[in-house]
């Protein structure tokens, strides 16, 4: 039943990276990654909401490994991430580049920090 | 002489028209591809977790080397991909954005930081913050220039021959 959570959350995870990566690809015309960025940013807000409604007793521990592990777990990713950062300092666009590595670390938490906080104000 | 840039992006690049046109044409199989390789990808990197657990408070080792392992592969297989110049419609998608997709994760490992700074180790939240990124991209960078020189050094010497 486990890994059944798993496989449906990474089923449903991974081509929603895709839409919305496409979706916002699409309105813009320069190099930097946003659409992984938001896929990213996004799916550490649902991790945060989702640990901290487990741990305020709202949320059953089994939604972990559909939502968390399936879900968040393949709607963000590091290799995207890392290539299309390889990709914009290989280009020479070396301060985009870290400015992607930068942003996305930093909104990534902050994003599991403001989610986390806002399910312990919402259930806890 | 400058290495030239990587052309194609692992997810989707619309500058490519075959990345463009890709959803029009056969829309379930793509969106199938990407679900079937996302699931592949999210159930091995569970299984990696089930087998090497982390302790509480400790480095999350397991999923730090399932991204830099994810990484290292998507170096592999984006230059391998753009050589065979023609590749099948949905190698990308499946592989790509799918399996290297879902096994990889910025979501557990941003959460895996909170967790240890809410744990009292902030020192050892600091150090995934911090070491995780730069494994990844030392992976990523080093992958796909082994792979560049070993796809240079196969075609020089079917050029000599």
Redesign the interface.
């Known amino acids: 039943m ?2 059944l959570l ?10 929603l ?3 919305t ?2 979706a916002v ?2 309105r813009h015309e320069s190099a930097f ?1 946003w ?2 960025l938001t896929v ?1 940013v996004l ?2 807000l ?3 909401l989702l ?1 901290g409604a487990v741990l305020a007793g709202a949320a059953p521990s089994e939604l972990r ?1 559909l939502l ?3 879900l ?16 914009l ?4 666009a070396a301060l985009q580049a870290a400015a992607n ?1 930068g942003v ?2 930093l909104a ?2 902050g ?3 403001l989610g ?1 906080a806002a399910a312990s104000a919402a259930w806890g | 002489m400058p ?1 030239p ?2 052309a194609e ?6 500058h490519l028209p075959a990345h463009r046109a890709e ?1 029009r044409s056969g829309r379930a199989s793509l ?1 199938g591809a ?10 091995a ?2 299984g990696v ?1 089930l087998l090497w657990p982390t302790p509480h408070g400790g480095f999350p080792w397991a999923v730090a080397c399932v ?1 830099t392992a ?2 290292a ?3 592999v297989f ?1 230059v391998l991909h753009e050589e065979l110049g023609s590749p099948h419609r949905l190698l990308r ?1 499946f592989v ?3 399996v ?12 895996d ?3 240890l700074l809410a744990a009292g180790r902030p020192l050892v939240a600091l150090a995934d ?1 911090a070491a ?2 730069l494994l ?2 030392a ?3 080093v992958s ?1 220039r082994v792979t560049r020189a070993c796809v240079a050094r196969i075609r020089n010497a079917e050029g000599a021959r």
């Open positions: 486990n890994w798993v496989l449906v959350g990474g089923a449903l995870g991974a081509p990276r895709y839409l990566d496409r690809q699409s990654p659409g992984t990213n799916g550490c649902g991790i945060g640990t490994l968390g592990t399936g968040c777990g393949a709607l963000t990713t590091y290799s995207t991430f890392s290539y299309e950062t390889l990709r300092a290989e280009s020479g590595v996305s670390v990534g938490f994003a599991v920090l986390d | 290495e840039p990587p992006d692992p997810d989707v690049d619309l959803l969106l990407v679900a079937l390789g996302g699931a592949l990808g999210a159930g990197r569970y977790t991204n994810g990484c592969l998507i170096g984006m998608p790509g954005v799918g290297l997709g879902g096994f990889t994760t910025f979501s557990t490992y941003a959460a930081t909170r967790t913050l995780v990124p990844a991209l992976a990523v960078a796909a």
